[in-house]
């Protein structure tokens, strides 16, 4: 795979993870961010955290597969490195990072990585999700729907969701954060966001889950969900739930 010219947001994260799998033209973007908005490492690093805490609950309930949208590059404590008995079906909608992450996913028998439009699911590809999240539709599943909300408006968002949960089974959980409005007081953070970014008061998120039921840990500060020990003091720039599907 040659070497981008564009910088990718995955990669960029990857870089505030500490992992391997970026470039130098991710480093600079994110050199460049981290001017504007200081603390983007130890917010990512505890977004990330969060990922591993709602993981270990949704396998603690019993539930072996994964479907993982906006993934991202898959490594750095992402899903199949955290529930180690699963399979995982990683999907996103960037061709750079599709194939960064089949290249690293290339050995896994519990892991795939392919495309996936979150906003209509008939874009996975069928074989691969009857491979990796064998059961989808008849019996409960991990959604994993990180770092997507802020790229939807309310009505996408809310249709999008409402779709995955008549998709999935009854006992099925969804892992979702939402952007606070933190980045308002740093307007060149916000402007590298770009156009579609939307920041959202605390107060909006839970309408939008629509069917999707919080846990009773509610809708948090992502650091304050479940937190291993004391709360990382991080920013509150993500707030994250764990929500099931009912029966109905």
Known sequence: ??????????RMIDFWLGGDHHFPVDVAAATAFEQAYGPCAPVFRELRAFLGR???????Q????????GAGVPTMGNVHEV???ATVLYTDVDPVTIRLGQRILAGSDRAGYGYGDATDIGTVDPAQLHRFVPGWGRRPVGVIFLGLAAFLDD???????DELYAASAPGSMLAVDFDTEELAGH????????PAFRMRPPA????????????????????QWRPDGAPA????????ALAIRGAD
Do not use: K, N, Y
């Open 1 to 10: 795979m040659g070497e981008p010219d564009q910088p990718s947001t995955a």
């Open 54 to 60: 709602a993981v270990r609950a949704i396998a603690g």
């Open 187 to 194: 307007p060149e953070a916000l402007a590298m966001m770009g």
């Open 204 to 223: 909006a998120f839970a309408p939008l889950l629509g069917r999707w039921a919080p846990t009773a840990d509610g809708i948090v500060p992502v650091s």
């Open 233 to 240: 003091p991080v920013p509150d720039a993500f707030q994250g």
């Open 155 to 161: 009505d996408t968002l809310a249709r999008t969701l």
């Open 62 to 69: 019993g539930v072996d597969g994964f479907l993982v949208f």
């Open 83 to 85: 529930a180690t008995d």
